[in-house]
């Protein structure tokens, strides 16, 4: 999977062989914001762009615009995989929330490795 980055945003981006160009949607916020072009350079230019743009528009209307992701997450597993997972923590020096992240970040990248891969 190839990304791109621009003040906090990122982006998503494919290859359409048949239209030969490259295309990307910005990640993580609800408004759909996509562009297009025919090269990297391009490319990154037109990703520039479409959040600047979606930046200004929102300010033009009154709204806020999204920023992805606070950094907080609230979720339910069963208790003895909570269990377990405190134990793991504690039994490695670390605080649940740090225990939790590493291994997040861990199965995030390898399924980021086997998406490249496929």
Same mark, same amino acid.
């Given at each position: 999977?190839?990304?791109?980055?621009?003040?906090?945003?990122?982006?998503?981006? /494919? +290859? &359409?062989? =048949? &239209?030969?160009?490259?295309?990307?949607?910005?990640?993580?916020?609800?408004?759909?914001?996509?562009?297009?072009?025919?090269?990297?350079? /391009?490319?990154?230019?037109?990703?520039? /762009?479409?959040? &600047?743009?979606?930046?200004?528009?929102?300010?033009?209307?009154?709204? =806020?615009?999204?920023?992805? +992701?606070?950094?907080?997450?609230?979720?339910?597993?069963?208790? =003895?995989?909570?269990?377990?997972? !405190?134990?793991?923590?504690?039994?490695?020096?670390?605080?649940?929330?740090?225990?939790?992240? /590493?291994?997040? =970040?861990?199965?995030?990248?390898? !399924?980021?490795?086997?998406?490249?891969?496929?």
């Amino acid at each position: 999977m190839n990304t791109m980055s621009y003040k906090s945003y990122h982006a998503r981006i /494919e +290859y &359409d062989d =048949e &239209d030969e160009i490259f295309f990307g949607k910005i990640a993580g916020i609800s408004d759909v914001i996509g562009f297009h072009a025919e090269s990297v350079a /391009e490319l990154k230019s037109a990703f520039h /762009e479409a959040v &600047d743009d979606y930046i200004a528009t929102c300010h033009r209307i009154g709204k =806020e615009p999204q920023k992805p +992701y606070s950094g907080k997450m609230m979720f339910r597993v069963d208790p =003895e995989v909570h269990r377990r997972a !405190a134990m793991a923590a504690e039994l490695s020096g670390k605080s649940l929330n740090q225990w939790a992240e /590493e291994a997040l =970040e861990k199965a995030a990248k390898q !399924a980021g490795q086997t998406r490249r891969a496929g």
